[in-house]
């Protein structure tokens, strides 16, 4: 089909002169009453709007202006040479636009975090196509530089790569790796010093002809051990692609819309030790139509406690179609109530182009949920309210200033440590000519940046204007974080497709000191994934974050969190651990500017120096 991005509703001469005259006629009419009104109305004292005088001059709040942001691309002389392949000869094939996973966690157990990547490559009826491009590419954190051990990792691979999850799901203190594809899934064993591929006999890898996009391990049953959620996207193959032949005006042939495709089901794998039990319908994770047709087009999730019972929910943010919210019931199942939370739908009642997901603690303790959208649709940015949320896009300050961009991955990270998240996005768009036929899109798109400011400002979020490596276009994808080089502050890597990723080093001398948080569970799962650690300052100086590596899009982030901490005297912190399950401890007193091991059950805290 043809589809041009310009069509407007043009009348011919005698109709807008007939709407002149009617609008005329109606002025007058309305004129007319106003006078009547006047001189017949019953004499009655005006109501004063101010009920008492004002006691002085209004003050008015001044804006702040945003402090600098300063990053640097250190990806060249961090050794980073793996490239992302999207495997495009021409035709179009969807799958070319979404991928690019990324993921920072320690696989080697030596205390800092290592970097993999996702990488598509060509595809199988191409020319072009290479077994020895590896899908997943593995970099050891020597501190000062990155390795790639991918070949000494077993973990050289062909396949069309898209999202990663991480987690360790065997309980032997190793981070074992999930990879998702366009065809079978992957699941990878660490087994030290090697990894092996269990897929098949964790029946995990499910079917051959799906397309799968973000994952993530959690524990949805509070067993102790992480089970396992994946998007599925829409029902694609080569055929499905060339049966649509999307076409766009003044390109030609395009990539089609998700519209043009129909939907699929998600998996939820419950981990049952020796294997993975798919228990998908039995849950509750399948969401289907009247007409019984699959409803979901999932590219992102969030698994999160949202009512607070101690049980984890889920966020799935869907492309085109509404947003699923999944409500846990103890274990059992699931029951989906996405458009009785408010979490379904834009604020005009509508679904959006959905892509990454994040979650963080906004204002007075609220949740709230940030979703990357299509172009010319604004970021969500939904708020908790007495149990159901609203979009505060607009009022919070991000709305009108992220309408233009092509959002995939959001990440909350505070950059500049004032204690305070700031909201990231990595941008790009999908179609390579779409400057073309519109003028206002570009193909690549740099950084978004909303800085937290904290209260000081009339809206909270106020757009940053981002320079130098920060501001540098890209074809943006993944979006993740950590501290590499364990100096306090989150660092970033962004994928963008057809490119190396980016390395940005941040440099920011930070406005007041900082702390670090690992969790080792006992009773819960060993990473302690699902556990909301909340620190207070000697001020009352509150923060919260949940241990959650599945945030962005198709992307995990560092299990070590991190706290940006206002300038104090006091020296020491409180920090309290709600676990998985809801049990909570309490440690008194701890150093600033240190990373601080805390163990479930014992109230020890170890300073963790392994990183540096």
Request: hydrophobic letters at 40%.
């Amino acid at each position: 089909m043809v589809m041009s991005e310009y069509d407007e509703d043009e009348g011919d001469e005698s109709s807008i002169r007939l709407g002149l005259w009617w609008s005329l006629a109606l002025l007058i009419a309305i004129g007319l009453v106003v006078v009547v009104f006047f001189f017949l109305r019953p004499d009655a004292p005006i109501e004063s709007v101010n009920e008492r005088p004002s006691s002085g001059p209004v003050t008015q709040r001044t804006e702040t202006p945003p402090p600098m942001f300063p990053f640097s691309n250190v990806t060249d002389a961090a050794g980073i040479r793996a490239r992302h392949v999207n495997g495009a000869y021409g035709d179009r094939m969807l799958p070319e636009t979404m991928g690019g996973g990324v993921a920072f966690t320690d696989v080697d157990n030596d205390g800092d975090d290592d970097l993999i990547l996702v990488n598509s490559g060509f595809w199988p009826w191409d020319s072009s196509f290479s077994s020895e491009l590896s899908a997943i590419n593995v970099y050891r954190n020597d501190i000062e530089r990155f390795v790639d051990i991918t070949a000494t990792s077993n973990l050289q691979s062909s396949f069309y790569g898209m999202g990663i999850a991480v987690g360790d799901i065997d309980q032997d203190n190793d981070t074992d790796l999930f990879v998702t594809a366009v065809g079978a899934n992957h699941l990878y064993r660490n087994d030290g010093d090697h990894f092996t591929n269990i897929s098949q006999e964790m029946g995990v890898g499910g079917d051959d002809d799906a397309w799968s996009t973000s994952a993530a391990f959690f524990d949805y049953d509070n067993d102790g051990d992480l089970d396992l959620i994946v998007c599925n996207y829409v029902t694609w193959s080569k055929s499905i692609n060339e049966s649509v032949d999307y076409q766009l005006t003044g390109i030609g042939k395009a990539y089609g819309p998700p519209t043009d495709f129909a939907g699929t089901q998600s998996y939820l794998y419950r981990n049952d030790g020796s294997h993975f039990t798919d228990v998908s319908v039995e849950a509750g994770i399948h969401v289907t139509s009247q007409a019984g047709v699959a409803e979901g087009k999932a590219l992102a999730v969030m698994p999160l406690d949202l009512n607070q019972d101690g049980w984890m929910d889920l966020i799935i943010a869907n492309d085109t179609v509404r947003n699923f919210a999944f409500i846990n019931d103890r274990g059992h199942r699931f029951v989906e109530s996405g458009i009785d939370l408010g979490l379904a739908f834009d604020t005009s009642g509508q679904a959006t182009g959905a892509m990454g997901i994040d979650a963080a603690r906004y204002q007075d303790n609220k949740i709230a949920v940030a979703i990357g959208n299509f172009a010319n649709e604004m970021t969500s940015f939904y708020v908790g309210h007495d149990g159901t949320f609203s979009d505060d896009a607009v009022i919070s300050g991000i709305g009108a200033k992220s309408r233009r961009a092509l959002t995939f991955g959001v990440l909350f990270v505070d950059l500049n440590l004032d204690g305070h998240a700031e909201l990231l996005s990595a941008n790009g768009h999908v179609e390579p000519e779409i400057n073309r036929v519109q003028s206002s899109q570009r193909y690549k798109q740099p950084l978004q940046l909303f800085w937290n400011c904290g209260g000081a400002c009339t809206r909270t979020y106020q757009p940053v204007s981002l320079r130098g490596d920060m501001g540098v276009p890209l074809a943006g994808r993944g979006l993740t974080t950590s501290d590499i080089d364990a100096d306090g502050d989150p660092d970033l890597v962004v994928t963008a497709i057809n490119s190396v990723p980016v390395l940005l080093r941040n440099d920011h001398p930070g406005t007041g000191d900082w702390i670090s948080i690992k969790l080792k569970g006992a009773q819960s799962n060993l990473e302690a994934i699902g556990a909301e650690v909340t620190v207070t300052d000697k001020d009352g100086f509150t923060q919260h974050q949940q241990v959650m590596p599945s945030r962005s899009y198709l992307s995990q982030v560092s299990l070590v969190l991190s706290f940006g901490l206002p300038a104090n005297e006091q020296p020491e912190v409180d920090v309290n651990v709600l676990w998985p399950g809801r049990a909570l401890e309490k440690w008194t007193n701890l150093a600033r500017g240190q990373r601080h091991v805390l163990n479930e059950g014992n109230g020890i805290a170890q300073l963790d120096t392994s990183a540096r």
